[in-house]
C-alpha cells in the first residue's frame, strides 16, 4: 500500500493558479495511475484527472478540461495538478489518489482507486 500526501492548496482569486502536489510512500511509485479527486460538503466525490504510469496519456473532467493539468516526477514520487482560470465553482477539497496497473498507458477516471490521500482545501474568492 501506498501513503498519499498531499499540499500545496490554499486561498485563490479567481481566474488565478495553484499547483497542489502529492507526495506517495511506502511502495514503488512507477506502479501506480495516479488520479486526482474533489468533493465538496455533501456532494460525491468527483473526478477531476489521472495520469497513466508512464507519465503519456492523461485524462479530464469536462469541466476542468483545457484549465488543469495533472503531471507527475517518478524521482520525487510526486504527482502535481496545474490548476489555472480558477473559478469559484473550484472551490473544494482535492484528494490524490493511486492504484496499481500492469498497463502502463491506463489512466482510470473512476472512483475504483485503492488508496487515498486525506486533501487539500482549495479557495477560490471572487
Known amino acids: 500500500q501506498v501513503q498519499l500526501v498531499e499540499s500545496g492548496g490554499g486561498l485563490v482569486q479567481a481566474g488565478g493558479s495553484l499547483r497542489p502536489s502529492c507526495v506517495a510512500s511506502?511502495?514503488?511509485?512507477?506502479?501506480?495511475?495516479m488520479g486526482w479527486f474533489r468533493q465538496a460538503p455533501g456532494k460525491e466525490r468527483e473526478f477531476v484527472a489521472s495520469?497513466?504510469?508512464?507519465?503519456?496519456?492523461?485524462s479530464y473532467a469536462d469541466s476542468v478540461n483545457g484549465r488543469f493539468t495533472i503531471s507527475r516526477d517518478d524521482a520525487k514520487n510526486t504527482v502535481y495538478l496545474q490548476m489555472n482560470s480558477f473559478k469559484p465553482k473550484d472551490t473544494t477539497v482535492y484528494c490524490c489518489?493511486?492504484?496499481?496497473?500492469?498497463?502502463?498507458?491506463?489512466?482510470?477516471?473512476?472512483?475504483?482507486?485503492?488508496?487515498w490521500g486525506r486533501g487539500t482545501q482549495v479557495t477560490v474568492s471572487s
Open positions: 511506502g511502495d514503488t511509485f512507477t506502479r501506480y495511475v
Open positions: 489518489a493511486a492504484k496499481v496497473r500492469l498497463l502502463t498507458s491506463a489512466v482510470i477516471t473512476t472512483k475504483e482507486y485503492d488508496n
Open positions: 495520469i497513466s504510469r508512464s507519465g503519456g496519456r492523461t
